[in-house]
């Protein structure tokens, strides 16, 4: 069992950074996909990043709307995910949600086990 605690969300003006960190719990950490989704209102949950797990070589993986504005990075000793937003734009506006899911977990959310609560995201022009 992993449980999922997800920080770091807020209010920013179009152009700005935000950091989101998803703390894990358990000493598996390392072993899982992580993953993170974000869902606007009234439409459906969708793929922002993942990264694998060492084992299956660390890579990151992003949806073509972030890529080149986000970061996703994993510090396994502190069980944390993190998601470095740069250059915010108002369609990122969202609630964001890490998962984690294990062996090679990809852009599908039903490829990951376990969710953290949301964190909203809100981005201003």
């Known amino acids: 069992q992993v449980q999922l605690v997800v920080s770091g969300g807020g209010s920013v003006q179009a152009g700005g950074s935000l950091r989101l960190s998803c703390a894990a719990s358990?000493?598996?950490?390392?072993?899982?996909?992580m993953g993170w989704f974000r869902q606007a209102p009234g439409q459906e949950r969708e793929f922002v990043a993942r990264?694998?797990?060492?084992?299956?070589?660390?890579?990151?993986y992003y949806a073509d709307s972030v890529k080149g504005r986000f970061t996703i990075s994993r510090d396994n000793a502190k069980n944390t995910v993190y998601l470095q937003m740069n250059s915010l734009k108002p369609e990122d506006t969202a609630v964001y949600y890490c998962?984690?899911?294990?062996?090679?977990?990809?852009?599908?959310?039903?490829?990951?086990?376990?969710w953290g609560q949301g964190t909203q995201v809100t981005v201003s022009s």
């Open positions: 998962a984690a899911g294990r062996g090679v977990a990809g852009a599908d959310s039903r490829d990951y086990d376990y």
């Open positions: 358990g000493r598996t950490f390392s072993s899982y996909t």
């Open positions: 990264r694998r797990s060492d084992w299956s070589g660390s890579s990151a």
